[in-house]
């Protein structure tokens, strides 16, 4: 018993001169590092940016804009022959690539009726001609005159179209959702210009019905997983109850009455309340519809929110957007809601480069959305580890999680190291007013050296087309094409 204890203390000795041995080749081998982070100072928001701002049109390539809106009708998109539907991949594809390749990020709406294009050659009705002749066979298509010519529309309640619409859904969810591209998808479809009403149509027959509505919006929540959805109106087909953003199509008309009732407005600019009445139809989508269902005030923190400024803003009394009450108006409306982004306002009219107005042009586009920066840099030599913190001073998240790329460069501007670190840092969290962390280690095995360290968050676009836009945070250190220098690593 007693020799046994012997050999174990003996054992113990043994091991525990072992450890101190191999602790004593591990110092020796272990490196010296010094990490020299930079001085980081917050810029003006940069302009542009993806997925927020202004949106222009699909094909103008603005180059003030990130976005393009893209609307295309139920014709041009699903291919209808014998009964059967396809959706027509090579259009979108086209579409997505040519966006993608001026930089820009894609808005889509799919609708099948248009008020403002009837005329003697067309009925603003735009279906796949096998199906129009189908659903006209069985009564399902009316008619009534308007000041262009007759305009036609379908019943939106015909159980033939509405299988062909959660058929063509389904297939574009299949074969889009996800897109490095795609923005958002306004789900359309229904209603007049795909909006969810029908006030150009005088057969109230054609009205969808809210269980019917509320078969397409689950049809859509169902297909896109990734891709965020907007619906254009809460209280119909049973929205709200569903995870959507919305898009407010006569932003600023519909959002306030400041176009009749000026010096309400100016009381509300004041009071910061909404006891003046100035705020009207989206505002109380928003508060739940008079107590139908729960506000939807906390919506934006996962759901994109955006819209169209509305025709009646292009004209007096409302004037130029970027100066005065008026510029005060769409500040606080842009804030309040969220927005991200608003479309139209090419139709209202950019200033002159040359002019004061562009640059407040300018900063209204920056109002929109997230601000992103980089709020502060530590980092520990012995551990060779370098934390980021962000913040964000926007009025909304960006809504997808972009991978955090960090990388070494070396003196001859070699990259050495590239690394797509900290999965678990979710940018889409990032809400306004609070910071995130990232945490980047340097490698143990990098040989001696000085090094440069860079970071930047990737467009998944770049898969499609070299001119993707980066994300530009608000600092200086910008070195090129979204990649910040934290600082330099010298390991010896």
């Not at 735009?126 to 000041?147: H, T």
């Not at 926007?394 to 790329?405: N, R």
Request: aromatic fraction near 14%.
């Amino acid at each position: 018993m007693k020799r046994n204890a012997i050999h174990r203390a003996s054992s113990l000795v043994v091991a525990f001169a072992l450890i101190i041995s191999l602790l004593t080749v591990s110092s020796c081998k272990m490196r010296n590092l010094k990490i020299h982070i930079n001085d980081f100072s917050r810029t003006e928001t940069q302009v542009p940016n993806p997925m927020k701002g202004f949106v222009s049109f699909f094909g103008e390539n603005d180059p003030d804009s990130s976005i393009e809106y893209v609307g295309l009708t139920f014709r041009d998109i699903y291919m209808y022959s014998n009964g059967h539907g396809e959706i027509n991949k090579s259009l979108i594809g086209s579409n997505l690539f040519s966006i993608a390749d001026s930089g820009h990020t894609a808005v889509l709406r799919v609708y099948m009726l248009n008020p403002g294009r009837v005329s003697a050659d067309e009925t603003g009705l735009f279906l796949p001609e096998e199906l129009y002749d189908e659903l006209n066979a069985r009564g399902e298509i009316y008619s009534n005159q308007v000041a262009g010519g007759l305009l036609e529309y379908p019943d939106f309640n015909s159980e033939k179209l509405i299988e062909c619409m959660i058929d063509f859904i389904q297939q574009l969810g299949s074969e889009y959702d996800g897109h490095p591209v795609l923005a958002a998808i306004q789900m359309g479809l229904y209603g007049s210009w795909g909006e969810w009403n029908m006030s150009a149509c005088e057969n109230s027959n054609c009205v969808m019905t809210d269980k019917n509505l509320s078969r397409i919006i689950e049809t859509y929540v169902a297909s896109f997983k990734n891709t965020k959805l907007m619906g254009r109106n809460p209280t119909v087909g049973h929205a709200n109850e569903y995870p959507i953003g919305y898009h407010d199509d006569n932003f600023l008309f519909n959002t306030s009455d400041f176009h009749t009732k000026s010096n309400e407005w100016k009381a509300l600019l004041r009071k910061q309340d909404y006891s003046y009445g100035t705020i009207q139809q989206f505002y109380d989508f928003m508060n739940g519809n008079g107590g139908s269902y729960e506000p939807l005030w906390d919506l934006w923190k996962t759901q994109m929110f955006g819209g169209e400024l509305s025709m009646q803003m292009y004209v007096e009394p409302f004037g130029p957007l970027w100066s005065g009450t008026e510029r005060q108006a769409l500040d606080y409306c842009i804030d309040q809601f969220h927005m991200s982004w608003i479309m139209g306002v090419g139709t209202g009219g950019i200033p002159d480069k040359d002019t004061p107005e562009y640059q407040e042009f300018r900063n209204v586009a920056g109002s929109f959305g997230y601000d992103i920066f980089i709020d502060s840099i530590t980092s520990k030599d012995r551990t060779g580890k370098i934390i980021l913190t962000f913040g964000n001073s926007g009025v909304a998240p960006f809504y997808y999680d972009w991978d955090l790329e960090y990388r070494l460069v070396d003196a001859k501007k070699r990259v050495v190291v590239y690394k797509n670190c900290d999965k678990d840092f979710r940018l889409s969290a990032l809400l306004p007013d609070e910071t995130a962390e990232s945490t980047f280690f340097i490698p143990e095995d990098l040989n001696s050296g000085e090094y440069i360290v860079q970071m930047r968050f990737v467009n998944p676009a770049e898969e499609i087309a070299d001119k993707a836009m980066p994300l530009r945070l608000s600092n200086d250190n910008e070195i090129w094409n979204g990649y910040y220098e934290l600082g330099t690593v010298t390991v010896e």
